[in-house]
């Protein structure tokens, strides 16, 4: 079975400060990679995809995340964050056969203080 | 309508009742999923539905939980005799590309169900 691990649950950022999510993944096949957002008040919406290709892939509003096969992992960055960043990051995966029912992290919720 | 809505959007249910739980998904949209969100979790997959088929309902975690999507657009979870242990945000996301992996999910509001 798949599993995505986050490594924060909680991250505090000042404006402008960079940004660095960790997402890593369990699984022994090949999958696609997201990242949604969840902003306060707002529905899930996707940030960004990975389902093969340049390993670095550009999402909305200046995000990127790289995949990185050997380690198994999809971390999300941002050189310069914003007040409006502040949301709850969700990683997930689904196998590139089958429904592509996703499984996701616990999610991580940043804050960035004006 | 322009995105997934999902109806009520808060439900207070006390132990033991019945609940229905609607999702309309993006007109045209083939594929549509259940999640299940406990606070502090990710969404955890629930059901899957191709049009009107259940094609996957292994992530239902009794069977007091029941999903059916009969004409292949609205679909209603229902959970009977509720327990406690099923509060949380229930999460509906449609998909237009049939059993695609690759096929971006697109999630509505999600419904708050607390048991009391």
């Known amino acids: 079975a798949q599993s995505v691990s986050q490594h924060n649950h909680h991250v505090i950022l000042s404006e402008a400060a960079s940004l660095e999510l960790g997402c890593n993944y369990s699984?022994?096949?090949?999958?696609?990679l997201f990242w949604y957002v969840q902003y306060p008040g707002q529905h899930l919406q996707l940030l960004l995809k990975?389902?093969?290709?340049?390993?670095l892939v550009k999402g909305i509003k200046g995000f990127e995340a790289e995949f990185i096969k050997s380690k198994f992992s999809f971390n999300l960055r941002k050189p310069s964050v914003q007040w409006s960043d502040t949301a709850e990051y969700f990683c997930?995966?689904?196998?590139?056969?089958?429904?592509?029912?996703?499984?996701f992290g616990k999610g991580t919720m940043l804050l960035v203080s004006p | 309508g322009a995105g997934v809505s999902q109806s009520p959007r808060y439900k207070v249910a006390k132990r033991g009742q019945d609940v229905a739980l609607r999702c309309d998904p993006i007109?045209?949209?083939?594929?549509l999923f259940w999640y299940q969100q406990a606070l502090g979790q990710g969404p955890e997959f629930l059901t899957y539905f191709q049009n009107e088929a259940q094609l996957d309902k292994s992530g239902l975690p009794s069977d007091r939980f029941f999903a059916e999507r009969p004409e292949g657009s609205v679909s209603t979870l229902k959970i009977q005799r509720t327990q406690q242990e099923d509060s949380a945000v229930y999460l509906c996301a449609s998909s237009f590309t049939p059993g695609t992996p690759a096929g971006e999910q697109y999630f509505g509001p999600g419904t708050r169900l607390t048991v009391t």
């Open positions: 699984y022994g096949g090949t999958v696609n």
């Open positions: 997930a995966v689904n196998e590139i056969q089958g429904y592509s029912t996703l499984t």
């Open positions: 990975y389902f093969s290709g340049d390993p």
């Open positions: 007109s045209g949209h083939v594929s």
